[in-house]
């Protein structure tokens, strides 16, 4: 395949992922607008920051009168699963240049290594796959910093937008990308972990409760990994 076709096979691929992230951007630049963000604060914390968890996270820790370690703390933890899947990823990109790791990397989030880490499972190393990968953050970064700005300007003159739900195409998005990735049972146990603490630690301040479900998550995922052999879902153990 083409590198022209790979890049506009990346683009189409990440349409489904805009569904969810157009409304939860446009959110974002709501709350950052009647935050006190300024436009040029909130589209820019949208191009550099580009973390949309994080991102409401620091709006709300903001609010709270939360101090900077609280912060940063905070949206460190929250962004660690991305270590796991840069590892995930590595192998598909150690042979690129630095310059193409390094804006790869940059553009990487939950709803990208979605749509990339499927085209690789199915692909395997597809020469110039690379431009796959950047024809889908291409999208999905245009999409949230549009959705952002959008948000800003034009959010707060539409009365009650929280009674409108669009939060659920968010969450509607991320059980997408997380359901088709739950393949053995340390897996499914981290992620039902996870959820359950989440749930439980919903009242916590400063968004403990996310710090608190990701590690129980995490710890109940490499037990049970390490307890018995991984098997994957719909296979028979010989």
């Known amino acids: 395949m083409s ?32 935050g006190g963000l300024s436009l040029l604060q909130a589209v820019g914390m949208s191009a550099l920051v580009y973390a949309g968890s994080a991102q409401f996270i620091v709006i709300s820790l ?31 990109v150690s042979a690129l240049p630095q310059r193409w790791r390094l ?19 199915v692909h395997g190393r597809t020469p110039q796959a690379h431009w796959y990968w950047l024809g889908v953050a291409t999208a999905l970064y245009a999409c949230w910093v549009g959705s952002s700005l959008v948000g800003v300007l034009f959010g707060q003159a539409v009365p009650d937008m929280a009674s409108w739900g669009l939060e659920f195409a968010m969450l509607a998005t ?47 995922g490499v037990v049970l990994e390490r307890r018995r052999p991984v098997t994957t879902i719909g296979e028979v153990q010989s």
């Open 3 to 34: 590198r022209s076709h790979l890049f506009y096979r990346g683009l189409r691929d990440s349409v489904p992922m805009q569904v969810g992230i157009a409304p939860f951007g446009i959110i974002f630049g709501t709350l950052a607008g009647v």
């Open 174 to 220: 991320f059980i997408g990308i997380v359901v088709p990735m739950l393949r053995n049972r340390p897996q499914i146990a981290a992620a039902l972990v996870a959820a359950a603490v989440a749930l439980l630690t919903y009242d916590l301040p400063y968004k403990l409760g996310l710090m608190a479900a990701a590690f129980s998550g995490i710890v109940a």
């Open 62 to 92: 903001l609010g709270s009168g939360a101090s900077a370690a609280v912060i940063l703390l905070t949206t460190l933890i929250v962004n660690l699963r991305h270590v796991l899947y840069s590892a995930t990823l590595q192998p598909h």
């Open 103 to 121: 804006l790869l990397a940059f553009w990487l989030t939950d709803e990208t290594f979605a749509v990339v880490q499927r085209f690789y499972r």
